[in-house]
């Protein structure tokens, strides 16, 4: 073996090791950032479910089987998530930030816009590699079955109202929709 070959022999496993240490730190950002994400979209959450105009107590996530339960107080938005529980959401005041909310709430990076006609206006934000990793959502692919629409949903979904850009959804159209989601689950 001549010196070249040593040489040659070093660099290259200096250039492994560079390269294990990237794919190693990028793994671990790609983790981190779903970690936060999760935090970000518990922290929402919570404060979504404590805050109120009146003064009294927030509403806590609902069972969608729990008619007991139904918020008489609808907020700008309507959380379905996978394992069937269903939150009412106040949209953030700077709507410039909203993918970044939505992303946050849905526990996902990349978001995607589904108009399904539950009313005039209504979009359905869903996480746009769902059906890769995220369990069935039942209730919200009986909502969407409802209006004739055959795409399964996979994972948490957020129906908010849109116009000229992301809007509250009307107290009549969230009240509707919850209806509909209760019936559903009493099918």
């Not at 729990?66 to 008489?72: G, M, N």
Request: charged share 25%; aromatic share 6%.
């Amino acid at each position: 073996m001549n010196v070249d070959d040593v040489v040659a022999e070093k660099i290259a496993a200096a250039h492994a090791r560079a390269e294990a240490a990237k794919r190693r730190r990028a793994a671990f950002a790609a983790a981190r950032q779903r970690g936060l994400a999760l935090r970000h979209a518990a922290k929402l959450r919570n404060q979504a479910s404590a805050r109120t105009t009146d003064g009294t107590a927030g509403v806590s996530p609902t069972p969608a089987n729990d008619t007991k339960e139904i918020p008489v107080k609808f907020d700008d938005a309507i959380l379905i998530t996978e394992d069937e529980t269903i939150t009412t959401l106040n949209l953030p005041a700077n709507r410039e930030h909203f993918a970044e909310y939505a992303a946050a709430v849905l526990r996902c990076t990349t978001i995607e816009a589904f108009d399904i006609p539950l009313a005039s206006g209504v979009t359905i934000w869903i996480d746009e590699d769902g059906r890769n990793h995220w369990p069935y959502n039942r209730l919200a692919d009986a909502l969407a079955n409802l209006y004739g629409i055959t795409d399964s949903f996979h994972g948490p979904v957020l129906i908010t109202g849109y116009g000229a850009g992301v809007e509250p959804l009307p107290q009549a159209t969230a009240a509707r929709i919850l209806g509909e989601l209760n019936q559903i689950d009493g099918i």
